[in-house]
């Protein structure tokens, strides 16, 4: 059986992504945004468009999520994600509840059905949330004074 491919998608989830935006400018963005973050993303040699959408809506927890969306001509949707449910079941069958990340699923190409329990990502603050999700999802911020 010859082998599948790494799919753009896949490429995209594995590689650095750049972000031209600074914390502060991210925390400035999403206090004139309700608690909305939105930018396009630097992916190497991709062609098609991703890009970052942060939500902190709300003080609790509970209301935050991360994605990486790519819209190019072979997909349009989430690729990755980083959110809070009451109730899920992960990719081991287990019920859980907390924070998790949506993997992509190249078979059926969503990311929405494959989670993965998140059991030590704890932010303490929506600052937090934001840098230690960006490490997880392998997001570069650029740096204060650059």
Do not use: Q
């Not at 031209?20 to 939105?38: P, S």
């Amino acid at each position: 059986m010859p082998k599948r491919g790494v799919s753009p998608e896949e490429r995209i989830i594995a590689a650095i992504k750049r972000l031209d935006f600074t914390l502060d400018e991210i925390k400035l963005a999403m206090d004139a945004n309700r608690g909305k973050f939105e930018a396009p993303l630097v992916v190497g040699r991709y062609p098609g468009r991703a890009r970052l959408i942060v939500r902190c809506r709300h003080d609790s927890f509970t209301s935050w999520a991360m994605s990486i969306v790519v819209n190019g001509a072979r997909f349009n949707g989430r690729i990755d994600c980083i959110d809070w449910e009451g109730s899920f079941v992960d990719t081991e069958s287990v019920r859980n509840r907390g924070f998790h990340r949506h993997l992509w699923d190249p078979k059926i190409m969503s990311c929405e059905s494959l989670k993965m329990a998140l059991p030590r990502f704890l932010p303490s603050s929506a600052e937090a949330f934001i840098i230690e999700g960006l490490l997880l999802l392998k997001v570069k911020m650029r740096e204060e004074g650059k």
